[in-house]
Antibody, heavy 121, light 107 residues
Framework: QVQLVQSGAEVKKPGASVKVTCKTS????????IHWVRQAPGQGLEWMGL????????TYAQRFQGRVTLTRDTSATTVYMELSSLRSEDTAVYYC??????????????WGQGTLVTVSA | EIVLTQSPGTLSLSPGERATLSCRAS???????VAWYQQRPGQAPRLLIY???NRATGIPDRFRGSGSGTDFTLTLSRLEPEDSAVYYC????????FGGGTKVEIK
C-alpha cells in the first residue's frame, strides 16, 4: 500500500535551517509528484511547493521562493524539504503528500503523518 | 494565485442533518480543479472529493461535491458524529491554494 513516512519533530533556533524527510513506498516513485503543505498551530493549510521525482524539477509557492528547497533521492524513494532562515512564524506541522493520479495537476490523495518544526530561541 | 474563500466559518448541526459548505474562488478555476479535504484534530488531511464531484476511494456517498467556475459546494448528508472536523477546499491547478476552512460541529 502507498505510504509516506516523515522524519521526527525538530526544534530549531531562529536563522537556522531544517530538513524534513518523506520516505515513500508502495508505488512507482518517479510517477507521482510530491507536494509539501504546512499548517501553523490552530491555522489552515498552506501549500509550499511540489517536486517531480522523475527529474527533480520543483515549483515553489511565491512566498517561499528562495527559502525552500525540494530534492529527492530516487534510490531511496525519498523526498526532502529544506527550509532556511527560520523564524518563529515557521513553527508548524509540515506534511508531504502524493497526488491521486500521475500528472502535475492532481489533488493530494496520500499524506505523510506530519512533522512538527518548532522555531524558538 | 487563486484565493479561495470558504463559508461559513463554523457550522453546528445535529446528527442526521445536512451540511452545506461553500467555497468561492477569486477567479474561474480552470478545469474545475477543486478538491475538498477533511481534517480531524491531530490528523493529516484526508481527500474527500475532487474534480469537483469525484469521490476519493472509500468516501461514502453521503459526501457530494458540486459546482463550477468560481462557486463550489460540499454537501454532507445524514451527518454522523465522526463528521466533526474542519473541511478545506483546494484549487490544485497551477499554483495550488487552500481555503481557510469550515469547522463542522456535531451537537
Amino acid at each position: 500500500q502507498v505510504q509516506l513516512v516523515q522524519s521526527g519533530a525538530e526544534v530549531k533556533k531562529p536563522g537556522a535551517s531544517v530538513k524534513v524527510t518523506c520516505k515513500t513506498s508502495g508505488y512507482i516513485f518517479s510517477n507521482y509528484y510530491i507536494h509539501w503543505v504546512r499548517q501553523a498551530p490552530g491555522q489552515g493549510l498552506e501549500w509550499m511547493g511540489l517536486i517531480n521525482p522523475s527529474d527533480g524539477s520543483a515549483t515553489y509557492a511565491q512566498r517561499f521562493q528562495g527559502r525552500v528547497t525540494l530534492t529527492r533521492d530516487t534510490s531511496a524513494t525519498t523526498v526532502y524539504m529544506e527550509l532556511s532562515s527560520l523564524r518563529s512564524e515557521d513553527t508548524a506541522v509540515y506534511y508531504c503528500a502524493r497526488g491521486v493520479l500521475t500528472g502535475y495537476y492532481q489533488p493530494s490523495g496520500y499524506w505523510g503523518q506530519g512533522t512538527l518544526v518548532t522555531v524558538s530561541a | 494565485e487563486i484565493v479561495l474563500t470558504q463559508s461559513p466559518g463554523t457550522l453546528s448541526l445535529s446528527p442526521g442533518e445536512r451540511a452545506t459548505l461553500s467555497c468561492r474562488a477569486s477567479q474561474s478555476v480552470s478545469g474545475n480543479a477543486v478538491a475538498w479535504y477533511q481534517q480531524r484534530p491531530g490528523q493529516a488531511p484526508r481527500l474527500l472529493i475532487y474534480g469537483p464531484s469525484n469521490r476519493a476511494t472509500g468516501i461514502p456517498d453521503r459526501f457530494r461535491g458540486s459546482g463550477s467556475g468560481t462557486d463550489f459546494t460540499l454537501t454532507l448528508s445524514r451527518l454522523e458524529p465522526e463528521d466533526s472536523a474542519v473541511y478545506y477546499c483546494q484549487h490544485y491547478g497551477r499554483s495550488p491554494s487552500f481555503g481557510g476552512g469550515t469547522k463542522v460541529e456535531i451537537k
